[in-house]
């Protein structure tokens, strides 16, 4: 059978390539063998299964053949035909029970790696901060835990039993056949290697396909989802027409992407599948002539015949679960740029102390930058006195969440150094400073299942009594009790049954029963309704006289009794004072609450702005 050039060229470069350690023939992916913990024992047993039934087969063609080759010798007789019809169907019990082991191996193999690789993937990503949350993006976290591990899976379950048990045939094949026939037995064992290397090249091939595919599917994964998420603003525009365009040519670039993987495929096996059977054909010629010139017997022709295509049955295992493996691999690498982010986080628990201590936050000569974007944060120096109210205020993108995820531990300023009551911020864990301080968001998350569930987030052994105190602060302990179920009322999937208002308000609750002395309120009314942000104002007002606050507001008027207001501009503070220090000096603070006390009037006259 004639090979096209191309094959041969790259075959050869592909060898010089492995012999000098740049190519990797046999899919030792480094990230997956990391995680192979706890899984060799199953990849072992599937292997030894395949082996067992290439014993059983090896037995069955021998007892067949045997029985054949005589079948028309006076010597045969009822016990001898009985022997080898009981021999054979010994034998194929024994690849029956085998095939059924195996089986029953592979999967649970495969549900073993699928816990072991969720189990691995998803505590990495607990283990990340917002900052990095931020970097990966969730549609990759979501992809890596779900497709990529379905992907993955196979490389235990299939491919690494197939590559043990592909370089273990061949060898027991030949053993079996060169004293019946060396010229065929080299002959199929030199194919059968000769083909991992020509499967290599339609491999490369297909690695570089499978990491456009795992891009597009992330990419049309992640506009799927948003579309869904925004599925009421795209009606609301009459955009959703143009989003169904965009997401149709994001499906079809997909559905391209697994065409061309399955043209090569098609490619791989067509050539393949020519030289498994035009080298079968050759033994069957070579065996014929030797039978005719009387050199092999018929019951040894008959072995040959049995066996022969056996031989490769091995390779085409293996190379059927390369092609699956590769999507293995290409789902590694995004998991392994997931596993490979440093979660550790400067702990210095010696640093020494401030003297005199400052009796608050105080930030000094802070600066920061997001991954990819402008400085967020310019030499940053401010004060947050403890007991008091600090307020944040600016144009939207000047740095006010980001000082916030700073004093939360979400991320490490590039420069500079936070002090909380006296300690310089490397000297707690994140975990612990978080006991002290924390944050009500703007959108807050409420998880299915309880309103007791969703409280005891901040305090798992929380009391009914504990949850009702902080309700009633919040103004929702009447809401609550009025239901059956009271603290045990289900707030849906997500918190589906909650209206904006009260998920920020368990927001906040949630917050005050952790019993932190700082609180961050983050735009936390920024997405409710005018009653209830009023009521959660009201709620605020009332914590200011037992707690530390720091609150960020789009709407100035909120914080104009804060103790102390600072104003950036362009990552910069560039005012700083109560309000009607700010208001007086008519700078950009002034502006602000002009230009929204005109909004406002406006608003309540009836104009639209």
Same mark, same amino acid.
């Given at each position: 059978?004639?090979?096209?050039?191309?094959?041969?060229?790259?075959?050869?470069?592909?060898?010089?390539?492995?012999?000098?350690?740049?190519?990797?023939?046999?899919?030792?992916?480094?990230?997956?063998?990391?995680?192979?913990?706890?899984?060799?024992?199953?990849?072992?047993?599937?292997?030894?299964?395949?082996?067992?039934?290439?014993?059983?087969?090896?037995?069955?063609?021998?007892?067949?053949?045997?029985?054949?080759?005589?079948?028309?010798?006076?010597?045969?007789?009822?016990?001898? !035909?009985?022997?080898?019809?009981?021999?054979?169907?010994?034998?194929?019990?024994?690849?029956?029970?085998?095939?059924?082991?195996?089986?029953?191996?592979?999967?649970?193999?495969?549900?073993?790696?699928?816990?072991?690789?969720?189990?691995?993937?998803?505590?990495?990503?607990?283990?990340?901060?917002?900052?990095?949350?931020?970097?990966?993006?969730?549609?990759? !976290?979501?992809?890596?835990?779900?497709?990529?591990?379905?992907?993955?899976?196979?490389?235990?379950?299939?491919?690494?039993?197939?590559?043990?048990?592909?370089?273990?045939?061949?060898?027991?094949?030949?053993?079996?056949?060169?004293?019946?026939?060396?010229?065929?037995?080299?002959?199929?064992?030199?194919?059968?290697?000769?083909?991992?290397?020509?499967?290599?090249?339609?491999?490369?091939?297909?690695?570089?396909?499978?990491?456009?595919?795992?891009?597009?599917?992330?990419?049309?994964?992640?506009?799927?989802?948003?579309?869904?998420?925004?599925?009421?603003?795209?009606?609301?525009?009459?955009?959703?027409?143009?989003?169904?365009?965009?997401?149709?040519?994001?499906?079809?670039?997909?559905?391209?992407?697994?065409?061309?993987?399955?043209?090569?495929?098609?490619?791989?096996?067509?050539?393949?599948?020519?030289?498994?059977?035009?080298?079968?054909?050759?033994?069957?010629?070579?065996?014929?002539?030797?039978?005719?010139?009387?050199?092999?017997?018929?019951?040894?022709?008959?072995?040959?015949?049995?066996?022969?295509?056996?031989?490769?049955?091995?390779?085409?295992?293996?190379?059927? !679960?390369?092609?699956?493996?590769?999507?293995?691999?290409?789902?590694?690498?995004?998991?392994?740029?997931?596993?490979?982010?440093?979660?550790?986080?400067?702990?210095?628990?010696?640093?020494?102390?401030?003297?005199?201590?400052?009796?608050?936050?105080?930030?000094?000569?802070?600066?920061?930058?997001?991954?990819?974007?402008?400085?967020?944060?310019?030499?940053?120096?401010?004060?947050?006195?403890?007991?008091?109210?600090?307020?944040?205020?600016?144009?939207?993108?000047?740095?006010?969440?980001?000082? !916030?995820?700073?004093?939360?531990?979400?991320?490490?300023?590039?420069?500079?150094?936070?002090?909380?009551?006296?300690?310089?911020?490397?000297?707690?864990?994140?975990?612990?400073?978080?006991?002290?301080?924390?944050?009500?968001?703007?959108?807050?998350?409420?998880?299915?299942?309880?309103?007791?569930?969703?409280?005891?987030?901040?305090?798992?052994?929380?009391?009914?009594?504990?949850?009702?105190?902080?309700?009633?602060?919040?103004?929702?302990?009447?809401?609550?009790?009025?239901?059956?179920?009271?603290?045990?009322?289900?707030?849906?999937?997500?918190?589906?049954?909650?209206?904006?208002?009260?998920?920020?308000?368990?927001?906040?609750?949630?917050?005050?029963?952790?019993?932190?002395?700082?609180?961050?309120?983050?735009?936390?009314?920024?997405?409710?309704?005018?009653?209830?942000?009023?009521?959660?104002?009201?709620?605020?007002?009332?914590?200011?006289?037992?707690?530390?606050?720091?609150?960020?507001?789009?709407?100035?008027?909120?914080?104009?009794?804060?103790?102390?207001?600072?104003?950036?501009?362009?990552?910069?503070?560039?005012?700083?004072?109560?309000?009607?220090?700010?208001?007086?000096?008519?700078?950009?603070?002034?502006?602000?609450?002009?230009?929204?006390?005109?909004?406002?009037?406006?608003?309540?006259?009836?104009?639209?702005?």
């Amino acid at each position: 059978m004639a090979i096209p050039l191309f094959v041969v060229v790259e075959w050869l470069k592909y060898q010089v390539n492995d012999l000098l350690g740049g190519k990797d023939m046999l899919l030792m992916n480094r990230t997956l063998l990391k995680l192979a913990k706890g899984l060799w024992g199953w990849i072992l047993s599937i292997t030894a299964l395949k082996i067992i039934t290439l014993a059983g087969t090896a037995a069955f063609a021998k007892t067949i053949s045997g029985f054949l080759g005589n079948i028309n010798s006076p010597s045969l007789t009822v016990e001898t !035909a009985g022997s080898a019809i009981l021999s054979a169907f010994l034998a194929a019990v024994i690849m029956l029970c085998s095939e059924l082991l195996r089986g029953e191996m592979e999967y649970r193999c495969t549900a073993k790696a699928r816990t072991v690789l969720r189990t691995r993937i998803f505590s990495k990503v607990l283990e990340l901060d917002a900052g990095n949350i931020e970097k990966i993006g969730p549609v990759s !976290a979501i992809t890596s835990s779900v497709d990529g591990v379905e992907s993955m899976q196979s490389y235990y379950s299939q491919y690494l039993p197939s590559l043990l048990y592909g370089m273990l045939a061949p060898i027991y094949l030949f053993f079996q056949l060169w004293t019946i026939s060396l010229p065929v037995a080299v002959l199929l064992f030199a194919v059968s290697f000769i083909l991992l290397p020509v499967n290599n090249i339609f491999r490369s091939k297909i690695e570089k396909l499978k990491t456009e595919y795992w891009n597009t599917m992330e990419d049309l994964t992640g506009y799927y989802l948003e579309s869904v998420q925004g599925l009421t603003t795209l009606k609301l525009y009459e955009q959703d027409e143009a989003r169904t365009v965009t997401l149709t040519k994001k499906a079809n670039a997909f559905n391209k992407k697994i065409m061309d993987v399955m043209k090569v495929n098609f490619s791989s096996f067509l050539l393949t599948d020519g030289m498994v059977y035009g080298s079968i054909l050759i033994a069957v010629a070579i065996v014929c002539v030797s039978l005719i010139q009387g050199e092999i017997t018929f019951s040894s022709a008959l072995m040959v015949l049995l066996l022969s295509y056996s031989f490769f049955d091995s390779v085409r295992q293996l190379m059927s !679960a390369t092609h699956t493996a590769l999507a293995g691999v290409s789902a590694a690498d995004k998991v392994e740029k997931l596993l490979q982010i440093d979660t550790t986080r400067p702990y210095q628990p010696d640093l020494p102390r401030e003297t005199p201590a400052y009796n608050g936050i105080r930030m000094e000569h802070v600066s920061h930058t997001y991954t990819g974007r402008n400085i967020a944060l310019k030499d940053i120096s401010l004060t947050i006195p403890k007991g008091k109210v600090t307020a944040l205020a600016g144009l939207s993108g000047c740095g006010k969440s980001t000082i !916030a995820g700073l004093l939360m531990r979400f991320f490490d300023p590039a420069n500079g150094r936070i002090f909380f009551e006296g300690r310089d911020y490397f000297s707690w864990k994140p975990e612990q400073l978080r006991k002290h301080i924390i944050m009500v968001p703007q959108s807050v998350s409420v998880f299915s299942g309880t309103i007791a569930d969703n409280l005891r987030i901040a305090k798992q052994d929380a009391s009914e009594k504990e949850m009702l105190e902080v309700l009633e602060q919040v103004r929702l302990k009447e809401w609550v009790l009025a239901h059956p179920q009271g603290l045990n009322t289900s707030v849906g999937d997500a918190g589906g049954k909650l209206s904006g208002g009260q998920r920020q308000k368990i927001g906040i609750a949630r917050a005050l029963l952790c019993r932190a002395e700082y609180i961050i309120f983050d735009e936390a009314t920024s997405s409710v309704d005018m009653e209830s942000e009023q009521e959660i104002w009201s709620c605020i007002d009332q914590l200011a006289l037992t707690r530390t606050l720091i609150i960020i507001s789009h709407r100035l008027s909120t914080i104009q009794n804060a103790d102390c207001i600072y104003v950036l501009n362009g990552g910069e503070i560039t005012e700083s004072g109560r309000h009607e220090e700010l208001m007086k000096s008519r700078g950009l603070y002034y502006k602000l609450v002009t230009q929204q006390a005109i909004l406002e009037g406006q608003q309540e006259g009836g104009q639209t702005i």
